[in-house]
């Protein structure tokens, strides 16, 4: 059976990363996706300067399509994401506005974005990358305008907007132990004491072919301790191209054991890949010489990994 029938029976959401253009102009990549996976997350299409590229104007045409093919599918939409320090619009930070109409921009733009699909989002990665690599609060335009607590309240105007939605921060090279995860680890548990809105971690699991994370269960259950769900949210494996059998064979190896890991702990809700084609993902802009990370090539046709995560369902 497809991805979508086998992860059913496992109570967990298989998502994608979707993008809008392709669902737009490719019929085969739309057929794809809907057979093959739960649950959607629109890869750029919600982001902030997407959605209002001038203060005020807002274009909602592709985070609305991604919605609507999703729910036609029978797809559950997870949104990504509300504050992202590398989608801050620019008009945001071209130093024209002061810090109150800063904090008062994102307390609209949460409202109105989460306000817009309330109801039709299973989930919200609320804030995205919130640490720098030493795990250090990172700096923003709204960190330095809202103070440190620019993250709490962010949840808050979250939940005030779709009080169903799932709220989840969302970080990467936290997977398995280590300093990042650690203070990682201490920004959720302060927050969760505090008694802010948060429902969820999001794991977002952009790996190579080395070794995968340590510790990586261990470091799931500590954060599902907090009562929270976890997530992997934004799954693939790149390889330095030309690829060989043998580099296929690892990185199925490194699909297969990131779900296995997901598995093993009840409260992860979701393994999502970040683009399930090699035809669109964002890789190769990512690191030149790297690529092929998905679970289907640019034919469409399914990789090894397609099938060692579909073994592992
Ligand atoms: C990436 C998209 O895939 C690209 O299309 C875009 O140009 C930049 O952003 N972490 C995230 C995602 O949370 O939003 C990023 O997506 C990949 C890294």
New binding site residues.
């Given amino acids: 059976g497809s991805l979508r029938a086998l992860a059913a029976e496992r109570d967990l959401f298989i998502g994608s990363?979707a993008?809008a253009q392709a669902l737009a102009q490719d019929p085969k990549y739309a057929s794809v996706l809907a057979r093959e996976f739960s649950m959607v997350t629109p890869?750029?299409a919600m982001?902030w300067p997407r959605i209002e590229p001038q203060a005020g104007q807002h274009d909602w045409s592709d985070a609305d399509r991604v919605v609507e093919v999703a729910r036609a599918n029978g797809q559950t939409v997870y949104g990504?994401?509300l504050l992202?320090y590398?989608?801050t619009p620019a008009w945001l930070a071209d130093g024209s506005l002061s810090d109150a109409q800063i904090r008062e921009a994102v307390h609209r733009h949460i409202a109105e974005e989460a306000g817009r699909y309330r109801g039709r989002i299973w989930g919200w990665?609320v804030v995205?990358?919130p640490l720098e690599a030493d795990g250090r609060l990172r700096r923003t335009a709204w960190s330095k305008a809202m103070g440190p607590d620019w993250i709490a309240d962010a949840f808050r105007a979250a939940r005030a907007a779709d009080p169903h939605a799932k709220l989840f921060l969302?970080e990467?090279g936290v997977d398995g132990d280590g300093a990042k995860s650690d203070a990682f680890y201490e920004l959720v548990r302060g927050l969760v004491k505090k008694g802010v809105p948060i429902d969820g971690v999001g794991f977002?699991s952009?790996v190579d072919l080395t070794p995968v994370p340590e510790h990586r269960v261990e470091n799931l259950r500590r954060f599902a301790a907090l009562g929270l769900d976890v997530a992997i949210?934004?799954v693939d494996v790149r390889l330095i191209l030309p690829p060989t059998a043998a580099k296929l064979k690892k990185q199925a190896e490194v699909y297969r054991r990131t779900l296995q890991d997901c598995l093993a702990v009840p409260e992860c809700v979701s393994f999502t890949v970040?683009?399930f084609t090699d035809r669109y993902?964002?890789i190769p802009?990512?690191q030149s010489g790297a690529g092929m990370a998905c679970l289907f090539d640019a034919e469409l046709v399914p990789k090894p990994a397609y099938a060692a995560v579909a073994g592992a369902l």
């Fill in positions: 990363a993008s890869e750029d982001k990504h994401a992202w590398a989608s990665d995205n990358e969302n990467f977002q952009h949210t934004e970040w683009g993902s964002w802009n990512l």
